[in-house]
Structures are given as structure tokens and as C-alpha cells.
């Protein structure tokens, strides 16, 4: 017996071969990081392995400033400032952007504890001050931001990103920013886009690609700032005070009031407007694989809930898929036009899509193929509400659209006013 016990190996003899087998097949962040705590060997060993690993699934920002994996919805409680008045999801490696209590934002790494200030015009403090100071206030129509980032290269530190405010008047403000150097943000004020009635749609969302700051109103593409690299990400910022410049107007790349739908958004549409339901459409805008991608997401509420009350009741019913697809020999100052090419597939990515929306390959992250991952990121107003009233991911092979998380997480219901549930995309820095 005793000579069998001194043939046992230790953890620490697990061939190194084998151990990075097992590591790049656990999709959550939580499981690598228990899986490096057995033993210093193991630790050491995944800190000088060159490879890179997966990107891990990304977690959910809950009310309460905690954070929820998926689909184990694990809840893993990371410190974060006592002031924190909402959390608006994650940008770059391990950021997260942070409102605090009075207005203020800050980026948060809740792994290292690093934070840095982020200076906003005063248009986002109006915000905040509306809402608490005013209850008359459509809370619905105060507005949002979205995060993007400036970069072409894997995500550091250090890759500068831009936040897009949109203010209670549909206002649009673009702030350029580059951890840790926040002082030399800039506020770039984005005149509002005209449609061919001269209405004054809002952005809907912002994306970087091909070197260019991209935005998106209901079906129509925006070109917002021309030749951004990460060399020349610095000429768009100004040091000392975060003054507002204002831009030259958005260039107009896709004037698009016709596509054509996916059949079975067709006859979705046609279903529900037989039913009593009106629609609603969002969209998001992202960079996959080296195409830039519109997501149309179709919402449904009954006409007969009161208009106030129309986004608190709405739900998801369907996305459409379309590519920006150049069209040749049209070009309008330099800038190339285009149109919207419906797809059907995302090349076996999964699509994570909110305020910073993002691809994964699905089979390296062990996401579903095809797949778009939502949550209910489309009305301010109702924080008291169910959080995960409207999440899900659907399926672009079969339009099926099943829970995000299980009957038990859902049941969930934290407490708090931390804002809407937002994706928080952990690197695995080792």
C-alpha cells in the first residue's frame, strides 16, 4: 500500500501538453482561474504559454454591481467604487465604464483595481440630473451612450475607444478617449443627420471599421470620422479642458427606406399586425470578421398599452442580418457608397450586441453558432423592473429564440441601481 501511494503523481507532474488542452476548453473565465489556482506549477505554466487562449464568454453587469456568467449563472461579486451609480458594460481589456453618483464617470478594471477618470460633456450630467431631480421626466427618452473601440488590433490597456452620448433632444456627442491618458480626451459635437423628410433621426449606434467611426439611425450608415488608426488616434484628441468641437456633417453612405427582410420577419410582421401588435425596430452595428454588420432587431407591443408605457411592455421578436456591401463606382467626396446585403449567416460567429457590441468565435468561446446574444438594452426608464424581462438568443438557422439564462436566474432579482443588465467582456490576462 505504501509503495502505491509513493507511485501517485501530484497535479504538478500533469503533462503541460495536456493542460492546455483542458484550458482552451473552458469557455468561462471563473473555470480557467480555478483551474490555475491548483497548484503554483499550473499557474506558472499558463503565465509563460505564448499561445493565446479563447476569448471566455462574456459576463452580465447586474443591478446590484455584481456579475453573472453564462449559461451557469454564476454570480461573481468583484469590488467596485462605493459611489457606483450605474454600470454601462465593459470596453478594451477589462474596462468597465462606470457612472458614479453625481454624474461623474470613470473606467474601472475590477480585476487590478486601476481606475482612471473620463470626462463627459455636460450633456450626460443633464442626464443624470433630470432624472433625479425631475419624475415628470419621459426617463425612456433621457438617453444613452454606446462604447466603441478605435482599434484594429487585438484590445490592450491602452487601445483608445469613443463613447457616443445621445442627450434627451437627440443630441449627439462623440468623446475620443485612450487609457490611462485621460486628460487628452476630446468631445467632438456630431451634428444630427437629416432623412430626405428632414426629420432628425437619432443614432442608434457607432462602430469602428476600416479606419473609419461609423453611425447608425433607423437603416441608414453614417460616416462620422475619416481615417482613425491606432497611430493616429491621438490627432483627435486636445488636451486640457474637455471642450466640445463640433465636427463637419456625417456623410451619408447608406440611404437605404426599402430592404428587403428575411422571410420569416416577413411573415412575423404580417402575424402580428393581424394580432393587435405594433412594431418597432433597433439596430446595432458590428464589426465581425472584416465586415460591418447591421443588426435589425424587431420589436412587438399591443396597441392597446398606453404610449407611455409602450417600451416597458415591448418585446423581441425577430433579427434581420445585413452587410455593408460597397457598391462600385459610387463615391461621394472620396467616401464609398453602399447598401445593406441581407444575410443569413455570421460564418459560425456568435454576436454579443448592446451598448458595446461584439463578435466571438463560437466554436473557440463555445457560444452557438450563428447566434445572437440580447438582452434589454433599449429603454431606460423601468429600472424597478424585471432586468431580464426581454434577453435571449436567437437563432439565424432556425429563427428560434430561446432563455439567455435558466428558470433560476431569472427568478433572480438583485437589488439595486447599477442600470440595465450590459455585457462585460473579461480578458484572460493570466
Known amino acids: 500500500m505504501a509503495a502505491r501511494r509513493r507511485q501517485c503523481s501530484s497535479w504538478s507532474d500533469f503533462l503541460p501538453e495536456l493542460l492546455n488542452l483542458v484550458l482552451r476548453r473552458l469557455p468561462s473565465l471563473a473555470d480557467r482561474v480555478r483551474l490555475r ?9 499558463v503565465r509563460l504559454e505564448q499561445q493565446p487562449l479563447p476569448p471566455p464568454l462574456p459576463w452580465l453587469t447586474l443591478l ?13 461579486c468583484l469590488p467596485l467604487p462605493g459611489d457606483t451609480h450605474r454600470c454601462h458594460g465593459s470596453v478594451g481589456n477589462n474596462w468597465l465604464f462606470i457612472e458614479h453618483t453625481g454624474g461623474r464617470c470613470s473606467l474601472t478594471n475590477p480585476f487590478s483595481k486601476a481606475a482612471v477618470p473620463v470626462r463627459l460633456p455636460s450633456v450626460y450630467n443633464m442626464w443624470h440630473r433630470h432624472e433625479e431631480t425631475d419624475a415628470a421626466y ?34 449627439n456627442n462623440v468623446c475620443i478617449i485612450q487609457p ?34 461609423y453611425a447608425l439611425t433607423q437603416r441608414k450608415l453614417f460616416v462620422v470620422l475619416d481615417n482613425i488608426d491606432d497611430s493616429n488616434a491621438n490627432h483627435y484628441k486636445a488636451g486640457g479642458s474637455p471642450e466640445t468641437l463640433v465636427i463637419p456633417p456625417m456623410k451619408c453612405i447608406v440611404d437605404s427606406d426599402s430592404i428587403k427582410h428575411d422571410p420569416r420577419t416577413a411573415a412575423c410582421l404580417s402575424a ?15 464589426e465581425s470578421r472584416g465586415r460591418l454588420l447591421y443588426v435589425s432587431r424587431l420589436l412587438g407591443v399591443l396597441s392597446s398599452v398606453p404610449e407611455e408605457s409602450k417600451l416597458e411592455h415591448a418585446r423581441t421578436l425577430s433579427f434581420d442580418l445585413f452587410e455593408f456591401e460597397v457598391e462600385a463606382d459610387l463615391t461621394t467626396n472620396n467616401t464609398a457608397r453602399g447598401q445593406w446585403k441581407r444575410v443569413s449567416s455570421v460564418g459560425g460567429q456568435a454576436l454579443f450586441v448592446g451598448k458595446h457590441s461584439k463578435s466571438l468565435p463560437a466554436s473557440e468561446c463555445r457560444a452557438q453558432e450563428d447566434c445572437i446574444y440580447f438582452m434589454h438594452d433599449y429603454d431606460r426608464g423601468g429600472l424597478d423592473s424585471d432586468p431580464f424581462r426581454d434577453c435571449g438568443v436567437f437563432n439565424m438557422r432556425n429563427g428560434m429564440i430561446t432563455p439567455l439564462l435558466p428558470q433560476t436566474a431569472m427568478a433572480v432579482q438583485p437589488q439595486g441601481d447599477a442600470g440595465r443588465p450590459a455585457w462585460f467582456f473579461p480578458a484572460d490576462e493570466a
Open 272 to 286: 402580428f399586425a393581424n394580432q393587435g401588435y405594433e412594431r418597432g425596430f433597433w439596430g446595432y452595428l458590428v
Open 64 to 76: 446590484d454591481g455584481t456579475f453573472l456568467s453564462f449559461p451557469d449563472a454564476e454570480v461573481h
Open 138 to 171: 419621459p426617463k425612456a427618452l433621457l438617453g444613452y451612450l454606446k462604447l466603441v473601440l478605435l482599434s484594429s488590433s487585438p484590445p490592450s490597456p491602452h487601445s483608445p475607444f469613443a463613447v457616443l452620448t445621445v442627450d434627451s433632444e437627440c443630441g
Open 180 to 213: 490611462p491618458m485621460m486628460a487628452s480626451s476630446s468631445t467632438f459635437r456630431v451634428p444630427k443627420p437629416s432623412d430626405h423628410e428632414g426629420k432628425k433621426p437619432f443614432i442608434l449606434d457607432v462602430a469602428f471599421f476600416d479606419g473609419k467611426l
Open 37 to 45: 489556482a491548483v497548484c503554483r506549477p499550473w499557474r506558472d505554466h
